[in-house]
């Protein structure tokens, strides 16, 4: 009997809410640990290079349509590529595993949490 090793991923919504709230290229770093986890290493930077050109693609689209409302901004593009990494990616790169350990959801909670809280600090006192 061959003994099968359950991988420890980030799950689907850690990595939305990581996406949502921070950007798709820290919801990719999320993306590619599991990536990695399961030995995918050749799909990591294209993962996180398409994060990165993703956002680009949205900051010009904002810019091109004159969309200044900063919660649409922020969120939308976001929120985008949180489904995409949660359903059309996860699907095709993790289709084979039916069975996993989720990793905690506090570390990417307190980064989020520590990421506002200087952007708000130095909001205020500058």
């Not at 290493?41 to 200044?68: A, R």
């Not at 976001?78 to 990494?85: R, S, T, V």
């Amino acid at each position: 009997m061959e003994v099968q090793k359950v991988p420890l991923f980030h799950s689907k919504l850690s990595i939305l809410i990581f996406t949502a709230f921070l950007s798709s290229f820290f919801g990719s770093l999320l993306y590619v640990k599991n990536l990695k986890e399961i030995g995918k290493k050749k799909d990591i930077v294209p993962t996180i290079v398409s994060s990165i050109l993703w956002n680009i693609l949205w900051l010009n689209l904002f810019s091109e349509f004159g969309i200044t409302n900063t919660t649409v901004k922020l969120f939308l593009p976001n929120l985008i590529a949180g489904f995409i990494f949660t359903t059309f990616l996860w699907n095709y790169h993790f289709k084979e595993i039916d069975l996993y350990r989720s990793r905690k959801l506090w570390i990417p909670i307190i980064v989020i949490v520590l990421v506002y809280g200087i952007f708000i600090s130095l909001h205020i006192f500058f």
